[in-house]
């Protein structure tokens, strides 16, 4: 079972950064495509970002030019940089390796001044 723990969420106004992290738990995910999702309350999963396991990217249009997905092998870990957070990127954000069957808790991110 692949899993992953995602941290990093808070409170940030409008026009601020976060990065969130995703930790690979007793697993390897070097070699892994791994996905970053949002949920807001009421609303279904959105998929914000993917990075395959040869560095390659892809995003949301919501996102694209604001937010960028990378990872560092060595820390057995992907990261997503937020950048001009808006109101409406309030969400809990996970992370997904390709091969895990669950979702992890989340973190949450909230967006207000």
């Known amino acids: 079972q692949v899993q992953a723990v995602e941290s990093g969420g808070g409170l940030v106004q409008p026009g601020g950064s976060l990065r969130l992290s995703c930790a690979g738990a007793?697993?390897?995910?070097?070699?892994?495509?791994v996905f970053w999702y949002r949920q807001t309350p009421g609303k279904q999963r959105e998929w914000v970002a993917t990075v395959t396991s040869t560095g390659r990217t892809d995003y949301a249009a919501s996102v694209k030019g604001r937010f960028t997905i990378s990872r560092d092998n060595a820390k057995n870990t992907v990261y997503l940089q937020m950048s001009s957070l808006e109101p409406e990127d309030t969400a809990v954000y996970y992370c997904k390796p390709a091969r895990s069957t669950s979702w992890g808790q989340g973190t949450q991110v909230t967006v207000s001044s």
């Open positions: 007793g697993s390897i995910l070097s070699t892994e495509v």
